[in-house]
């Protein structure tokens, strides 16, 4: 069974430009996350949905970044203009509707901004 | 803000010995998860504890729940080299969101 596919593995890019991260999460769950990592931390939540549904979006910075998940299954997360303190690793996970799931994560997207 | 804490930050041992990391939390849960992720890598799940468990076991791996104290440890046994790697644990909160600690960076030498 194929596990959550991310894309790209890296990306640099220079403050102010944009960028897009794609996830494809396993098939047949209904609930995707993203999160952010930084160095030496746990992943913190961006973003939850459920179906195509964004159910907790408390922690994205709104002003900047954004997300979709227009049929429910693949997602992008966008971030424009980007900031240097929004290099981090950026991951996907994937769990199957319900609270308190185990959650698959993706290998996720290591972003430095210069 | 993180809700759990972990215990030690990073540890160092031989292979063969016992590795013990420990976590506490803040608020009532429902279960207990850890999770491992090597470098450069995303989290691969190991092991969930529910809240009304004790101790469990997966392979060389003991998860101990505590809800009195709050605190969960993990022990790993007869450690490898192939278990290096930062391990993490992690409790749903109220609204049902995925609270990860800090993280234990395990190295283990050969």
């Known amino acids: 069974e194929a596990g959550v596919v991310q894309s790209p593995r890296y990306k640099i890019i220079e403050k102010k430009q944009p960028v897009a991260f794609w996830c494809n999460p396993i098939?047949?769950?209904?609930?995707l996350y993203w999160y952010r990592q930084n160095l030496g931390q746990g992943p913190e939540l961006l973003i939850r949905?459920?179906?195509?549904?964004?159910?907790?979006d408390s922690q994205l910075p709104k002003d900047r970044f954004s997300a979709e998940r227009l049929k429910g299954v693949d997602s992008t997360l966008k971030i424009q203009p980007a900031e240097l303190g929004d290099s981090a690793v950026y991951l996907c996970?994937?769990?199957?509707?319900?609270?308190?799931?185990?959650?698959?994560f993706g290998p996720g997207t290591r972003l430095t901004v210069l | 803000s993180q809700q759990g804490e972990e215990d030690p930050q990073a540890l160092s041992i031989q292979e063969g010995e016992n590795a013990t990391m420990n976590c506490s939390y803040k608020?009532?849960?429902?279960?207990l998860q850890w999770y491992r992720q090597n470098s450069g890598r995303g989290l691969v799940h190991l092991i969930l504890?529910?809240?009304?468990?004790r101790e469990k076991h997966s392979g060389r791996l003991r998860v101990t729940l505590d809800t009195s104290k709050k605190s969960s440890s993990l022990l790993i046994t007869a450690s490898r080299a192939a278990d290096t790697a930062s391990y993490f644990c992690a409790s749903y909160n109220q609204g049902g969101k995925l609270i990860f600690g800090q993280g234990t960076e395990l190295s283990v030498k050969p």
């Open positions: 504890i529910r809240s009304n468990e």
């Open positions: 949905y459920e179906n195509e549904e964004a159910v907790d």
């Open positions: 996970a994937s769990s199957l509707f319900g609270s308190y799931n185990e959650q698959f």
């Open positions: 608020t009532s849960i429902n279960n």
């Open positions: 098939s047949g769950h209904n609930t």
